[in-house]
């Protein structure tokens, strides 16, 4: 078998390193550089001809994380790795996945194309905006779920009448996996999209009186979303708010607007973004371990069903 190779870009370094250590395992050495223009130059500084390559880089923005595992991944096509697996804890522009609108573009299928045409050989990945993007490509992708880490924390919340909180019709597959685990009534909130970014709560589904609400979702960006969905839920008399989301892009004043929103006690999330905030609302939960092990056994090439099972 070829030996294995783990690279990092330089997006999320230190989960990099985290899911190195729990393999046992040392990055191996890149050299990543930019001209003074700002263009990204690549080079592998130990041989990789013939070994099993895995590149650790969430695309998240700016763009030039994109493209600097777009060229890590040239670079190792051309230096002849024998498979090339790209590790991406957050797959971005995912959320632009069908024509909404005229005119627009389809960026999920985009960067699908782009990673296949660098060269990649396989795609793992977590908690994609919608699980039909897997579909756009046309080599194998691994879809690990946050579900499968952060579900353990919410075990020790000592909550009864809980109930789990979807913040769009779009997740409600996903809620309703937490609250069958958790043994939780589920809560819809209906939300609309003026625009970008901007999100009005209209109506919410379900019983929410004296419960204690966990909200779910696969990211929260601005902020503005989760926290006027808390504040409703709270208006109509939740007993109290805590958030649980994969991908903490956390862009603009979000960490201001949860830490001082005063419906929303505590807020749980992964490290597939590098940890950018000071508050004691937000708790992270790293998923370098499942990382790891995707990695391991796409390496000796057995199957990663089994890490989709949550065990308490």
């Not at 393999?23 to 690549?42: A, R």
């Not at 923005?61 to 777009?70: M, S, V």
């Not at 970008?196 to 004296?210: C, D, K, Q, T, Y």
Request: hydrophobic share 45%.
């Amino acid at each position: 078998m070829s030996e294995l190779i783990i690279v990092s870009g330089r997006s999320n370094s230190p989960l990099a390193e985290k899911i190195a250590r729990s393999l046992g395992e040392e990055l191996s050495p890149v050299t990543i550089t930019n001209f003074s223009d700002g263009e990204i130059w690549v080079k592998y500084e130990e041989n990789i001809r013939g070994k099993d390559v895995f590149i650790v880089q969430p695309t998240n923005p700016p763009a030039e994380n994109l493209l600097e595992l777009l060229i890590m991944i040239d670079a190792a096509r051309r230096a002849s790795a024998k498979r090339i697996t790209a590790v991406i804890p957050y797959f971005a522009y995912s959320r632009q996945d069908r024509k909404d609108q005229p005119r627009v573009s389809v960026t999920a299928k985009l960067v699908a194309n782009l990673l296949t045409e660098a060269g990649a050989d396989r795609i793992i990945t977590m908690d994609l905006h919608t699980p039909q993007i897997q579909g756009f490509f046309d080599i194998p992708l691994d879809h690990l779920y946050g579900s499968t880490v952060l579900v353990k924390a919410l075990f020790d919340i000592k909550s009864e009448n809980l109930a789990i909180a979807s913040p769009d019709v779009g997740g409600i597959k996903t809620a309703r996996t937490y609250a069958k685990i958790l043994g939780a009534d589920l809560v819809v909130v209906d939300k609309r999209r003026p625009s970008h970014n901007v999100a009005e709560v209209m109506n919410i589904i379900g019983e929410v009186e004296g419960k204690n609400i966990i909200v779910i979702d696969d990211l929260i960006d601005t902020g503005t979303t989760f926290v006027k969905c808390s504040e409703a839920l709270i208006a109509a008399g939740a007993k109290s708010i805590t958030g649980v989301c994969t991908h903490a892009v956390f862009s603009g004043s979000a960490i201001e607007k949860i830490h001082n929103s005063p419906a929303i006690q505590n807020v749980y999330v992964t490290d597939t973004f590098p940890m950018h905030w000071d508050s004691n609302k937000i708790h992270t939960i790293s998923v370098a371990d499942l990382f790891a092990e995707a990695i391991r056994r796409t390496h000796n090439n057995a199957s990663i069903s089994s890490l989709f099972e949550i065990i308490r």
